[in-house]
């Protein structure tokens, strides 16, 4: 209860205040009111508290939004103050009456209106802050003792009442509860959700309106840049709203959409085309389109186009585009576009007379694209079926990367249209025209090769018995057994110049290993980080006495590997075991999976892992390739 403190003031005022108290002492809480009531009238200031107009709820808002200093500064013209020591003791009194009578409305209504009475003074604040603990609001309590705290400190900093709001405050803050999104600064809320997938994203839209208006603001527009929509089926339930969707989350990204991915395309387009995705989203960075299951049939849009912006076009897993709608993509993105990939061209018929070219030769040249994956439909009768893309080559001339698959071409040309390429894989499927003459067709600066079948291998370098790459950092071969004249003037020359760092030589010549044991002086590098050891249980040499001395003689040359790829092997958990403790930290197993012992071994003692399934970096197992669908001749 507060007491009275000051004598100079009105006798009838302080008479009523202390009779108030004494009701109020005595549990007489209707005697209470009146005689508080009364010691308020009396008051020299005028301010009837009880006949005001009611200002609660703009003072309630402002506290929980934190702008309760600047409301009360926006009242200060309308509203008169009183710092009467008897006016705010007995309209404290007063509430607390009403908290006695279980009147909490009547109460918060009045300690609202306290505030904004007498702003700088602690009681007002702890009064509030009572009634607001009664009606279990605590975490507005402690916004009202945080800014409460504030007010007072501006003009009486060494108020005494100031340790007990501060002490109200610390008790209460258990208990509050606040909306992260509200109170973080706006770019921690933007690092934050951009580390959720775009489907979590869309579900926190429905948190709450806050949540919605914040996340849908200009201000985290560059949430809503990036969209990639997974449909898991043709009867998902959302599918017919999928354009509204598509529109609004366009929208909330201020018409900039940069980049957009869509797997199961063809569900999506079923409900909102193509032609509507690129009209809603001209300023396209990325387009990424896939289909999960079966194949999608894109046909060319109605009309032109332009994506201005576009720099990567990925046409991936049975996406079948028709060559017209790939000659409107790259004429609307032919002065922007640096990375296209497409893995279902389609192909001719070479029994046909006179057949659609390819490649039209009237399609734009692409003089900014660096990488290129270009692969064919696998038909089930191959032989009938070739997509030449020769024109290709000539249209594209800064080509830095390329990955070619079940296609054909012609390696002669690769120094002449390709002076640039610095990485090159080239797939099993994929058919070599004749070419004249014993010259390699690679640049002697290739960063990485990788290349299934000797003849491919072959065609690019017609010689393998000399020394001709110096600067390789990835080398990966899968075909028959290299020679040792072969197998050391390929990898050799990068190894001794310590820039190879990813081995992957399928089988290696391991008969040559044990027949020549100790190993070649040259076979060793601080470099590498990377190897495969295959071509062990191909010649049956797991049975071998020597078997562990050699396999890891081989490892100890490469004291910086990190991973190793052992693929079918029939290798021992014992010799697994001595990798890991030799420094390996990731083993890639295809066969059998290891003991968990070991593999619980190996991640509590060592940090490292054994793996089932193929080393995801390496371009033969581009997501995009595996299992590709295939079409009936």
């Known amino acids: 209860m507060a007491t009275v403190k000051h004598r100079k003031v009105d006798r009838t005022s302080i008479a009523f205040l202390r009779k108030g108290q004494e009701f109020y002492a005595s549990q007489k809480y209707d005697h209470a009111e009146k005689a508080l009531l009364r010691a308020m009238d009396m008051c020299t200031c005028g301010v009837a508290v009880q006949n005001q107009p009611r200002i609660d709820h703009e ?3 402002a506290i929980e939004q934190k702008r309760l200093k600047e409301v009360l500064a926006s009242m200060s013209a309308s509203s008169k103050r009183c710092g009467n020591p008897v006016h705010v003791d007995a309209l404290d009194s007063l509430i607390a009456t009403y908290e006695m009578q279980f009147r909490l409305n009547e109460g918060l209504e009045f300690a609202l209106k306290m505030v904004n009475l007498s702003p700088r003074e602690p ?17 507005t309590a402690y916004c009202n003792y945080k800014q409460g705290i504030e007010l007072v400190r501006r003009k009486h900093p060494h108020h005494a009442l100031l340790h007990k709001l501060q002490a109200q405050k610390d008790k209460i803050l258990p208990y ?26 869309c579900g926190c839209l429905g948190v709450s309106k806050t949540w919605k208006i914040v996340l849908t603001g200009k201000s985290l527009k560059s949430l809503w840049q990036v969209q990639e929509y997974k449909i898991t089926g043709n009867s998902h339930p959302g599918l017919r709203r999928i354009r509204s969707s598509f529109e609004s989350n366009v929208r909330y990204a201020t018409g900039a959409l940069t980049e957009l991915s869509i797997h199961n395309c063809s569900s999506f387009f079923q409900f909102c085309s193509l032609q509507q995705a690129l009209f809603l989203a001209p300023q396209l960075k990325v387009l990424k389109l896939r289909q999960v299951r079966g194949i999608c049939y894109l046909e060319g849009v109605p009309g032109q186009f332009k994506l201005p912006s576009l720099m990567n076009l990925s046409l991936g897993h049975g996406v079948y585009p028709t060559p017209r709608l790939v000659q409107q993509l790259l004429d609307s993105s032919c002065d922007s576009l640096e990375e296209l990939s497409i ?14 070219p390819d490649w039209d030769p009237n399609w734009p040249k692409l003089e900014k694209l660096k990488v290129i994956r270009l692969s064919c439909v696998p038909f089930r009768d191959r032989r009938d079926r070739v997509t030449d893309i020769n024109r290709v080559m000539e249209l594209t001339p800064n080509i830095e990367e390329a990955w070619i698959g079940c296609v054909t071409w012609k390696p002669e040309k690769l120094l002449l249209c390709w002076p640039k390429l610095r990485s090159l894989f080239v797939a099993l499927d994929t058919r070599t025209r004749h070419t004249s003459g014993n010259q390699p067709q690679l640049n002697r600066e290739m960063r990485e090769l990788h290349v299934e079948c000797r003849w491919n291998l072959l065609s690019l370098v017609p010689s393998l018995h000399l020394p001709y790459f110096h600067m390789l950092e990835k080398l990966s071969l899968v075909c028959e057994p290299l020679s040792q004249d072969e197998f050391m003037s390929l990898v050799r020359p990068s190894l001794e110049s310590g820039t190879l760092r990813e081995l992957d030589i399928r089988p290696l010549p391991v008969l040559d290993f044990f027949k020549n044991f100790p190993l070649p002086d040259w076979f060793k590098s601080d470099s590498i980080t990377y190897l495969s050891l295959t071509g062990f249980t191909q010649e049956l040499l797991y049975e071998d ?6 396999v890891l003689a081989i490892i100890n040359r490469f004291p910086n590997l990190r991973s190793v790829d052992i693929a079918d092997e029939i290798f021992p958990d014992t010799l697994l075991a001595k990798f890991i403790q030799k420094g390996v930290k990731t083993i890639y197993c295809h066969k059998a999976p290891p003991r968990v012992d070991l593999r619980n071994w190996a991640s509590k003692k060592f940090g490292a892992e054994l793996i089932m399934g193929s080393p995801p970096h390496l371009p033969a197992a581009h997501p995009e390739r595996n299992n590709l669908p295939q079409l009936p001749r």
Do not use: C, N, W
């Not at 009681?123 to 975490?139: I, N």
């Not at 006495?545 to 050699?550: A, K, S, T």
């Open 343 to 356: 893995f279902g061209l389609q192909g001719r018929d070479r029994d046909v007379e006179d057949p659609v």
């Open 545 to 550: 006495r020597m078997f562990e001395e050699v």
């Open 176 to 201: 509050a509860r606040f909306d992260p999104i509200t109170i973080l600064p706006i770019e921690l809320v933007r690092m934050i959700f951009k580390h959720l997938d775009f489907k979590t994203r």
């Open 123 to 139: 009681k007002s604040y702890l009064r509030l802050g009572k009634v607001l603990r009664l009606k279990s609001l605590p975490t």
């Open 59 to 61: 003072i309630l808002k």
